[in-house]
């Protein structure tokens, strides 16, 4: 597929379903691109498509399968895109830092496809918000999906999810008061199940 020039092509484009309830629609909605009139659209749609849909069917559905309702914050973004706002300080990493990353249809160094995107667990809010303990969440996935990376942060408990393949499987909060690293392979926490860490918020929130 080449890279949609026209409206048509652009709504054709965003009619492709990545999963049972995912469009690639869903993902190409960016602030910075809306505010400051940047194109938001994939050089790669090929590669684009096939990272989302390894994100949307192996950890977006099975996660909305279990929890319900996720919504998408931010996602895809294309090199200009990525690149503005890191320039300009819009939380947005270097653009080799999101290759196979938040931009979807560029390999990283190493040749891995991948796909980003920063969600929000919609029943999950409630729990977090009277309780503070993100960590439930984290775990959880840790736990029972193969993503790669996850980078959570305060406002409603969003988090970058990452699928990758050859998965790293790392965690980093940047919610005080434990801002850091959670877990990674070799540390000691890494390995095992977590059970205890999510107990209590499955019990609440079913």
């Known amino acids: 597929m080449r890279k949609p020039k026209s409206v048509r092509a652009l709504e054709a484009f965003g009619r492709v379903r990545l999963s049972e309830s995912f469009f690639m629609r869903d993902f190409l909605f960016s602030e910075i691109a809306t505010i400051h009139g940047i194109g938001n659209i994939p ?23 279990r929890f ?24 947005c990493g270097s653009n080799e830092a999101n290759f196979a990353g938040h931009i979807w249809d560029r390999r990283d160094s190493a040749g891995r496809m991948g796909a980003t995107a920063c969600i929000v667990v919609n029943r999950f809010i409630p729990y977090y918000e009277r ?5 439930a969440i984290a775990w959880w996935v840790h ?9 959570f942060f305060p406002n409603l ?43 209590t918020m499955l019990a609440e929130i079913g």
């Open 43 to 65: 050089t790669d749609p090929d590669l684009a498509i096939a990272a989302g849909k390894r994100l949307c069917e192996e950890l977006l559905e099975p996660l909305q399968a």
């Open 157 to 199: 408990a969003a988090f970058n999810l990452q699928w990758r393949e050859e998965p790293i499987c790392s965690i980093y909060s940047f919610i005080p008061p434990r801002r850091g690293r959670l877990t990674e392979p070799g540390k000691a926490n890494w390995a095992g199940t977590h059970e205890a860490a999510y107990a």
């Open 143 to 151: 736990d029972h999906l193969p993503y790669s990376d996850m980078e």
């Open 131 to 135: 309780t503070g303990d993100w960590e």
């Open 68 to 91: 319900g309702r996720i919504s998408v914050r931010s996602s895809y973004r294309s090199p200009e895109v990525n690149r503005f706002g890191n320039e300009n300080k819009l939380n």
